[in-house]
């Protein structure tokens, strides 16, 4: 089915260890977002890429860093894991910002121990 | 700080009766939307509505904004235990960002 893929769907991590989460999208859409969702507290924004070649700062991005790869790819990588980082992440993908058109990943669940 | 705020926090109903659950948000907008996330699953996305509308209707869902009062409703009407759910609202301001309100868990009894 088209739309955001992402990968993994479950892992967990020891603190200082480090992953990428991958994201990938078939909608030919320009930008892609990563949110964290904590229990209560909605959806935050980490980092995000309105098109090709940019990225650029969310609300939370202290712990993370982005590649986007290509048009389709847009990957989030944790260079030494901290519990506090343990959360939901979702990887999303819009066409453009006044379009309202965005489409979410099922989520990865991350734990750190 | 998270754009937007919703209210209830938690809701209960009844099937078949009518559910309402409002948003707040607190900067200027481009639209606004609504999502439905079931238990352990991702977002959904309901219904936009733009910052030069009061109201949209989409199947059983009637949304409305009010930009003087910086606030959005959403209405389900005729609720069905499928709604069971939580809801957020998303506000998307004049650059790439939509920011999340913390969400209002609906449940429907049967």
């Known amino acids: 089915n088209a739309g955001v893929t992402q990968t993994p769907k479950f892992q967990v991590l020891k603190t200082g260890q480090s992953m990428t989460l991958q994201c990938a999208q078939d909608m030919n859409h320009n930008s892609m977002y990563w949110y964290r969702q904590d229990p209560g507290m909605g959806l935050r924004l980490i980092y995000y890429?309105?098109?090709?070649?940019?990225?650029d700062k969310g609300e939370v991005p202290n712990g993370y860093n982005v590649s986007r790869l290509n048009k389709r790819e847009f990957s989030l990588r944790l260079e030494s894991a901290a519990p506090s980082q343990t959360s939901v992440y979702f990887c999303?993908?819009?066409?453009?910002?006044?379009?309202?058109?965005?489409?979410f990943g099922s989520g990865t669940r991350l734990t750190v121990v | 700080s998270q754009q937007g705020e919703e209210d209830p926090q938690a809701l209960s109903i009844q099937e078949g009766e009518n559910a309402t659950m409002n948003c707040s948000y607190k900067t200027s907008i481009n639209n606004l939307q609504w999502y439905r996330q079931n238990s352990g699953r991702g977002l959904v996305h309901l219904i936009l509505?733009?910052?030069?509308?009061r109201e949209k209707h989409s199947g059983r869902l009637r949304v409305t904004l009010d930009t003087s009062k910086k606030s959005s409703s959403l209405l389900i009407t005729a609720s069905r235990a499928a709604d069971t759910a939580s809801y957020f609202c998303a506000t998307a301001s004049n650059d790439y960002k939509l920011s999340f309100g913390a969400g209002t868990t609906v449940t429907v009894r049967a």
């Open positions: 509505i733009r910052s030069n509308e």
């Open positions: 999303a993908s819009s066409e453009a910002r006044d379009r309202g058109l965005w489409t």
């Open positions: 890429s309105a098109s090709e070649g940019t990225t």
